[in-house]
């Protein structure tokens, strides 16, 4: 049924030798969600529960180790719980709609804090960097579609309230709090940037090589003072380059490049490197280079890497015959998708030293090769302990190793080792085989009792088996059961990070119990600092040397060594260095130090360098009358003593000292559209720097009218005219899409020419874009062989009264149209009039053959329909009133040739005819009152057709009297509506108001 219909909940206090079934509800059918235990302090548990006939989840909370449990109802559906990191009863709740909660006295009361949260980006105040314990970091989404970094306190939170640490929209899901760190990435023109807070300054931008161009970044490690991150680049595809950064997190430099990446569920990426846990320092790296991948360990956080040794004999004792540097150990570095089991390599802070993985000997990673070596000195030498891959776990700080083999086939055998994976015995911990699906056991690894969990068959229940190892150990170690091992890298250097140390282990001969108060770590003594202490500096690299030589650093192309720093653009010494500096953490003392080397110099006057003009938010294209914050950069140069020039190109013009220094932005405004040119020229003593801008400045498109000719002969020219409200020259782009082709045609004009090749209807549409406004209008263009065209003119009064817009036009023709289909009984729709652009007032008729008859053929001369139009047209039967009794008389109009040309022969231009509808003649009405008036209202969203079934100026109506007569064709019951569908102007005109205009 794809619901859980029951559940059952069992406690033991016995290390799992007994259990007892705990009732919720007596009577009442609860199923089990989730369940969460305090981080802080064990005894208190909250469960996650919905019952069959409760509306809403409920709680089950519990003080005591879970011996007895309150419910508790919550009026939401709760996703997951957040527990504060000290305060054991406060707690967040996150919901399925994404609303988040908070309870301060373990979920019995809860209080809403913010809506629209992004799941998995939220997080508690971290201690010792938030001055307030109660704050709490938000990733939410706006009302309007953006999403912002914000933070309130847990007992006043409100939007009045609400802190924006970073100003503006930050990417979905990218808000990241760690440590000392603040994490956020922010896209904007198509350019994606990563900023950083150190312990909660301001964000400054993340300062990658410059040519790294990162199309993603995950942040690895935060761990003392000092951040990992993972980028990959523009020419990646499945790895990334390992870059480590300043104290600040602000500067990178690269320290491993090509690590192996995999994209898992829901797109998460997996990236092969592991912090080796216990040991401060060491990390595990699978590089791929040229197809192949490598294992690669370091002692050093990157300074120094190295392949791992492998054994000289397999775990039968033969030689392995595997030798550097053709053949090396390589390792697995995935994680469990089961939360119950290791991963393929495992380490523990209790068990420093202690590495247990699988993989392979060779040239390279094999993927089918899962066979499990071990280490116990942290990496410098390995042993193979099985042919298969096993899951592990650590007990009593590594005293004891379980291992039981990752199979699909049901097992009833386990191996444990008491001497750090030198010898192995089995133990058969059930007597029925059982599929494992996890190992369980006291968090921190340090007793002796384990669970082991599983089931029979897919059917049946779970099984679970306790294996105790208490019995095999009868005292507590003392101080003679211990031995030291001293930590050394590959080449046996023992001053790793600038310190040595030593560590101790339980004696292979000594069956003892290691107990909680056991600590692996011995003494550690401070060394004297050597060349391999140091790095080389930020955006420098190393040259290969000997060992005796020190390091050379030669400076990347992305920065230059022999110029002075950044901080020379505020007039003080700096230190000219080759480019060193200390691996953060290594704590060596004295000796050997190539920061301090070179003199202390002072401060050259430099030229402005690298002078930059921007508008804040990034965007150059504004509207009149709006706020433009000018904000001026520069990379290099003196700034104290710098003057800046200032051109906003309409007209200000200014003088600027300490521009840069301070940051602050020019404010302006743009009345009027155009395009300005903005110049900034910074000049001192040394020298000059100039930066230009050019900033649009658009009034939003307001209307969009394509005017196209509705009928067309086959190859005959015809231009396409976008009618555009405001007109903006030489600032708007069109784009013609003509048929069915994907590809536009671009123009700076608003008008293209062309040719329809085959008859049919055609679909012509456009889009004009200016600025950040796109409008956009379609219509539909008939291509025919064969048509008759009649050219007309009006009498002079008409042109008085004519406002030159494609709307009124389109009335002027249909309503000829439909006085000329009256008078001589042809249809309507074979009957099309075109009225032009511009002034005399002049018009085409184009009338249109009648569908073919299966029985005969139609001959175009024989056709009496010319000859009954021309008839009425001399007659003065056509006409219709202006407002105060002004008659507009029809007639025809005098060309080259006295007959009527055919279609695609005489190629009159002409506007597409679209029908409006009830309300074009209030368009008549607005556009002679308003003409000349801007700013008046209209839609931007045009429809791609009028309909031809919506009612017409003309009246339907049985009573309608001859149009020579003309005072009837409006209907005086017509209602007030209003027209914003079809030509995109908002009419609301009275009937009766229509009516007296037209017959005055």
């Not at 964000?203 to 995950?218: E, N, S």
């Not at 000594?510 to 909680?516: A, H, L, M, Q, T």
Request: some cysteine; glycine content about 6%; hydrophobic content about 35%.
């Amino acid at each position: 049924m794809g619901k859980v219909l029951e559940s059952s909940l069992w406690r033991s206090s016995d290390f799992g030798t007994s259990y007892t079934k705990l009732t919720l509800q007596p009577g009442v059918t609860t199923v089990i969600d989730n369940f969460y235990i305090c981080p802080t302090n064990k005894r208190k548990i909250i469960l996650v529960s919905s019952a069959l006939s409760d509306r809403d989840q409920s709680l089950f909370l519990s003080t005591d180790e879970g011996a007895t449990f309150q419910k508790q109802l919550i009026p939401f559906s709760v996703e997951t719980f957040i527990f504060h990191p000290r305060v054991e009863d406060k707690v967040l709740a996150y919901t399925r709609e994404g609303k988040l909660y908070v309870s301060s006295d373990l979920g019995k009361k809860w209080t809403l804090l913010q809506e629209r949260v992004t799941k998995d980006h939220v997080f508690w105040a971290v201690s010792g960097v938030d001055a307030d314990p109660d704050l709490v970091h938000v990733e939410a989404q706006e009302l309007g579609g953006g999403f912002r970094y914000v933070t309130c306190q847990v007992h006043n939170c409100s939007e009045k309230t609400l802190t924006v640490p970073f100003a503006g929209p930050i990417d979905h899901s990218s808000l990241t709090v760690q440590d000392n760190y603040i994490f956020v990435k922010a896209t904007s023109t198509n350019q994606t940037k990563y900023y950083i807070s150190y312990r909660r300054n301001e964000f400054v931008p993340m300062k990658l090589p410059k040519y790294a161009l990162p199309k993603d970044l995950q942040v690895i490690s935060t761990d003392e003072s000092q951040v990992f991150v993972a980028v990959q680049e523009w020419y990646q595809t499945d790895t990334y380059n390992l870059y480590q950064s300043d104290p600040r997190g602000v500067r990178y430099s690269l320290v491993l490049g090509d690590v192996r990446s995999s994209r898992q569920a829901e797109e998460s990426v997996v990236i092969d490197i592991l912090e080796v846990r216990g040991v401060k320092g060491v990390f595990l790296a699978n590089q791929k280079v040229d197809g192949k991948v490598v294992t690669l360990i370091t002692y050093s956080k990157g300074r120094d890497w190295d392949y791992l040794r492998p054994p000289s004999t397999d775990m039968n004792g033969k030689p392995t015959n595997c030798k550097p540097p053709d053949c090396h150990l390589h390792l697995h570095l995935r994680w469990a998708d089961n939360p119950y089991v290791s991963g393929t390599v495992h380490t523990k802070d209790t068990a420093p030293g202690l590495i247990m993985g699988a993989g392979n000997l060779g040239s390279q990673l094999v993927e089918y090769k899962e066979e499990m070596y071990i280490t116990s000195d942290c990496g410098h030498t390995w042993r193979q302990v099985f042919q298969e891959e096993h899951h592990i776990l650590y007990l009593d700080h590594g005293g004891v190793i379980v291992a039981i083999k990752d199979t699909s086939i049901p097992l009833k055998i386990l191996k444990f080792s008491v001497d750090e994976g030198l010898t192995w015995s089995t133990h058969n911990f059930t007597s029925t085989s059982v599929f494992v699906d996890g190992l369980l056991s006291e968090p921190g690894d340090e007793t002796l009792v384990m669970t082991v969990f599983g089931h029979i068959s897919f059917r049946s229940d779970w099984e679970l088996v306790k294996v105790d190892f208490r019995p095999w150990f009868s005292r507590q170690c003392s101080e003679e059961d211990y031995s030291s091992w001293n930590l050394t890298n590959l080449q046996g250097d023992r001053c790793v990070l600038g310190q040595q140390r030593s560590f101790r282990r339980r004696k292979p001969t000594s069956w003892c119990i290691k107990g909680r108060s056991f600590t692996a770590a011995l003494t550690a003594r401070v060394c004297q600092c050597r060349d391999s202490d140091f790095l080389c500096d930020y955006g420098f690299e190393r040259t290969p040397s000997s060992e005796s030589d020190a390091d050379k650093c030669f400076a990347n192309f992305w920065f230059n060594p022999l110029s002075p720093p950044d901080d020379c653009v505020l007039g003080q010494t700096y230190t000219s260095s080759l480019g060193y500096r200390k691996v953060v953490s290594n704590v060596c003392e004295g000796g050997v130090d190539p920061q301090q080397s070179p003199a202390q110099l002072q401060c050259p006057l430099l030229p402005p360098r690298g002078l930059q003009v921007g508008i804040l938010g990034e965007a150059v294209a504004v509207r009149p009358g709006e706020d433009v914050l000018f904000v001026v950069r520069q990379e290099q140069g003196d700034v104290l003593t710098t003057k800046y020039q200032v051109d906003l190109g309409d007209g200000f013009k200014a003088m600027y000292v300490n521009l840069t220094l301070t940051g602050e932005p020019i404010r302006h405004r743009y009345e009027n559209p155009g395009v300005y040119r903005v110049s900034v020229r910074a000049e001192n003593m040394a020298g000059h720097d100039e930066a230009v801008l050019f900033v649009q400045v658009n009034s939003p498109l307001q209307a969009l009218y394509l005017e196209v000719v509705p009928i067309i002969g086959v190859n005959q020219e015809v231009t396409l005219t976008a009618v555009l409200l405001p007109l903006n020259p030489n600032l708007t782009v069109f784009y013609w899409w003509i048929g069915h082709s994907l590809q536009p045609l671009l123009s700076l004009e608003n008008s293209v020419t062309t040719r329809f090749g085959d008859t049919g209807d055609v679909r012509v549409t456009v889009q004009a874009a200016c600025g950040t406004s796109v409008l956009q209008d379609s219509k539909v263009v008939r291509v025919l062989d064969q048509f008759q065209v009649m050219p007309l003119q009006f009498s002079k009064d008409l042109d008085a009264h004519n406002p030159n817009t494609p709307e009124w036009r389109e009335d002027i023709g249909l309503v000829v149209s439909r006085l000329l289909s009256k008078e001589t009984s042809i249809p309507e729709e074979l009957l099309v009039t075109v009225v032009k652009p511009g002034l005399p007032t002049l018009a085409d008729l184009h009338v249109l053959l009648p569908p073919a008859r299966p029985t005969r053929k139609r001959s175009l001369t024989s056709d009496k329909r010319l000859v009954a139009i021309q008839q009425v047209l001399n007659a003065q039967k056509i006409s219709f009133l202006l407002r105060g009794g002004v008659r507009v008389l029809v007639a025809t109009r005098d060309v080259d040739t006295d007959s009527p040309s055919l279609g695609g022969g005489g190629g009159y231009w002409a506007v597409a005819v679209v029908l409006i509808g009830l309300f074009a003649v209030g368009a008549f009405i607005l556009y002679k009152f308003k003409r000349k008036r801007p700013g008046r209202t209209v839609y931007a969203q045009m429809h791609n057709e009028k309909e031809q079934e919506m009612t017409s100026p003309v009246s339907h109506s049985q009573d309608v009297q001859s149009a020579i007569q003309a005072e009837e064709f409006i209907d005086d019951e017509l209602h007030s509506q209003t027209l914003g569908n079809h030509s995109g102007v908002v009419l609301s005109v009275n009937s009766r108001e229509m009516h007296s205009y037209l017959v005055g």
